[in-house]
């Protein structure tokens, strides 16, 4: 920037100093800047200042009780929704990672899928699984509480050996997936009693918004920055009995 730029600058930085001041204090350049009348402006400012300083304490103090509030209940609705979260990861159901197949049976972690002419999903807790051999094939039994479903291999098809194994695999997942049940429904029932201890924690939220309540009609019947506003509309009164201009607040 030259110097010129720099005195360009320099000038109009003073020429919003002096609007400024002339604004703040009317009448004239005489009771703008006079030395005569520092008493009255120095006046005039205490009253402003006074009264500025109320309300910036009356806002931070507000600020900080609605700020309480709001930390209160986002902690209350971010509890209820981790807790929520929680308790419908634990209830959502998938078939989990696919394990083994043979024929139309799909071993899953946590179901048996069924291919043919229609698939068919049975889960794996609370099945009964049974092997059978025979002359003419090996047949796997898969039997719940509303039916029996039974699988069929022919002996040139598949040997008994992987029938035989598939059965104590599917077994020994069936056994798996009844302990895992029986520890999700503990954690569902842990998740599901969180939920209702955040739901029911409403203490902080409310106790900042008594907090809050306080605080505003503390401040509602606070009369010290009435009675600085007054001693302000003094100061400007007095300032236009001397000058014949009203100063802004």
């Excluded at 500025?52 to 986002?74: D, H, S």
């Excluded at 008994?160 to 059965?167: G, N, T």
Aim: aromatic share 4%; glycine share 8%.
């Amino acid at each position: 920037m030259g110097t010129v730029h720099v005195i360009l600058a320099v000038l109009a930085l003073l020429l919003i100093g002096v609007g400024w001041r002339l604004l703040r204090y009317p009448g004239g350049w005489h009771f703008a800047f006079s030395g005569n009348h520092d008493k009255h402006r120095d006046g005039l400012n205490r009253e402003r200042r006074a009264v500025r300083e109320l309300r910036a304490k009356a806002r931070r103090e507000l600020a900080v009780a609605e700020a309480q509030v709001t930390r209160a209940e986002q902690a209350y609705r971010r509890r209820i929704s981790d807790a929520e979260r929680r308790l419908k990861g634990l209830r959502r159901q998938s078939q989990g990672t696919l394990l083994a197949t043979l024929g139309h049976l799909s071993l899953h972690e946590h179901v048996m899928v069924i291919s043919g002419t229609g698939t068919k999903v049975l889960p794996l807790g609370g099945t009964q699984v049974q092997f059978e051999r025979s002359d003419i094939g090996h047949h796997i039994y898969l039997r719940r509480p509303d039916g029996v479903h039974l699988e069929s291999y022919a002996v040139d098809q598949h040997s008994e050996d992987s029938v035989r194994c598939f059965s104590v695999r599917t077994e020994n997942q069936v056994a798996k997936e009844n302990r895992f049940l029986t520890e999700r429904a503990a954690s569902i029932k842990k998740a599901e009693d969180e939920l209702k201890a955040a739901q029911a924690d409403t203490l902080p939220a409310e106790r900042a918004r008594r907090h809050l309540g306080v605080v505003t009609a503390r401040q509602s019947r606070d009369r010290a920055l009435d009675e600085a506003l007054d001693r302000l509309e003094t100061a400007r009164d007095q300032w236009q009995a001397l000058t014949g201009r009203r100063p802004p607040r």
